[in-house]
């Protein structure tokens, strides 16, 4: 890509702490996403996520170095606990927040209706895939913005972005994102806390390790074995469409959903900005400071190698992904596993 072809994309990176916040700006960062310590947002974990307080000394950082800041508010709320996620768009409104991400249809009606000059963005868990389902929260709920799901090509993504009137978002590292985006029912039937409501993906409270006398770890979610772990293996944190299971038709356990593995475009960059993607989403709320920083460092450097006619290089990239392993998923074919 060519600097004239070139239309610098924005680069929106993961704070899950007010000091990830503080290194994903300083690291190159032109936008961080954040979420309260509540059910409003999907990584609703304790140790992470942001009180008020919060939000009002990293909004005064992030601005003070030109960059922006977003709040995650993309769960749905169940029958009658509305006001929790009305609450959280007025905050967003009061601490001087740059664009709410939701995912209810409530909840963007709430915000466009009572906050007309609030900007808008589409959670990738509202799952609108296709320029109709876009143009239809871009008509009725003035979206700025739309968060595409992880299933698309490049070439599906920019014939999206010829018949939409809004920004286009898309995730270029971190998790792949199973079960429907966000939208999984699989926690919800281990434990009764659902990912879509309670923000909670194998909620911490319902996690079990038991180790035996040869230092062998059994992993449970609740009632379910989610994965055994040799004395040598490394053990991650348990979550259900990334355990090993066993069954009667295996000799050996498998991954029966998705195996660990980190979504990396590094490679597809100029690919995606030629197809109108205007911003870059890396993933991770739930990753360390150190992590954040480093990724996002890489990411900056090679946006603006690009901008400036020279070739990225991300080799180093495959250290902070989930056991040494990369993909680019389905966004250049759909035969990925």
């Known amino acids: 890509?060519?600097?004239?072809?070139?239309?610098?994309?924005?680069?929106?990176?993961?704070?899950?702490?007010?000091?990830?916040?503080?290194?994903?700006?300083?690291?190159?960062?032109?936008?961080?996403?954040?979420?309260?310590?509540?059910?409003?947002?999907?990584?609703?974990?304790?140790?992470?996520?942001?009180?008020?307080?919060?939000?009002?000394?990293?909004?005064?950082?992030?601005?003070?170095?030109?960059?922006?800041?977003?709040?995650?508010?993309?769960?749905?709320?169940?029958?009658?606990?509305?006001?929790?996620?009305r609450d959280a768009i007025d905050l967003a409104v009061r601490r001087g927040?740059?664009?709410?991400?939701?995912?209810?249809?409530?909840?963007?009606?709430?915000?466009?209706?009572?906050?007309?000059?609030?900007?808008v963005h589409l959670s990738v868990q509202a799952g609108a895939s296709s320029p109709e389902a876009i143009?239809?929260?871009?008509?009725?709920?003035?979206?700025?913005?739309?968060?595409?799901?992880?299933?698309?090509?490049?070439?599906?993504?920019?014939?999206i972005h010829r018949q939409i009137p809004c920004e286009i978002e898309a995730f270029v590292f971190g998790n792949i994102g199973m079960m429907a985006e966000g939208r999984c029912s699989l926690t919800n039937y281990a434990t009764g806390v659902s990912t879509n409501m309670d923000g909670i993906c194998s909620a911490a409270g319902d996690v079990h390790y038991d180790e035996d006398r040869d230092g062998n770890l059994t992993v449970r979610l609740g009632n379910f074995v989610l994965d055994r772990f040799g004395c040598n293996e490394s053990a991650g944190y348990p979550t259900i469409c990334k355990g090993r299971y066993s069954c009667a038709a295996r000799t050996e356990p498998y991954?029966?959903?998705?195996?660990?593995?980190?979504?990396?475009?590094?490679?597809?960059?100029?690919?995606?900005?030629?197809?109108?993607?205007?911003?870059?989403?890396?993933?991770?709320?739930?990753?360390?400071?150190?992590?954040?920083?480093?990724?996002?460092?890489?990411?900056?450097?090679a946006v603006d190698d690009i901008g400036s006619g020279k070739e990225a290089k991300l080799a180093d990239l495959i250290a902070l992904t989930e056991g040494y392993r990369e993909t680019e998923g389905a966004f250049r074919s759909k035969t990925w596993r």
């Open 1 to 85: 890509m060519s600097a004239t072809e070139f239309h610098r994309p924005e680069l929106v990176c993961p704070a899950g702490t007010p000091a990830a916040a503080r290194a994903a700006v300083d690291a190159g960062a032109d936008a961080v996403y954040c979420g309260l310590q509540n059910a409003t947002n999907a990584r609703n974990f304790p140790g992470l996520n942001f009180t008020e307080e919060e939000i009002a000394e990293t909004v005064d950082y992030v601005h003070g170095r030109g960059a922006k800041i977003l709040l995650a508010v993309n769960t749905f709320p169940p029958a009658g606990k509305f006001d929790l996620w």
């Open 97 to 119: 927040i740059d664009a709410v991400i939701v995912a209810d249809i409530g909840v963007a009606s709430y915000a466009s209706s009572r906050y007309p000059a609030l900007r």
């Open 135 to 159: 143009r239809f929260y871009c008509e009725e709920f003035g979206v700025k913005r739309v968060v595409l799901p992880r299933m698309l090509t490049v070439s599906e993504i920019a014939d």
């Open 255 to 301: 991954y029966a959903f998705e195996e660990p593995v980190t979504l990396n475009l590094s490679a597809l960059l100029p690919d995606l900005m030629r197809a109108g993607v205007t911003a870059l989403k890396i993933e991770g709320r739930q990753r360390s400071r150190a992590y954040v920083k480093a990724v996002v460092a890489a990411f900056r450097k």
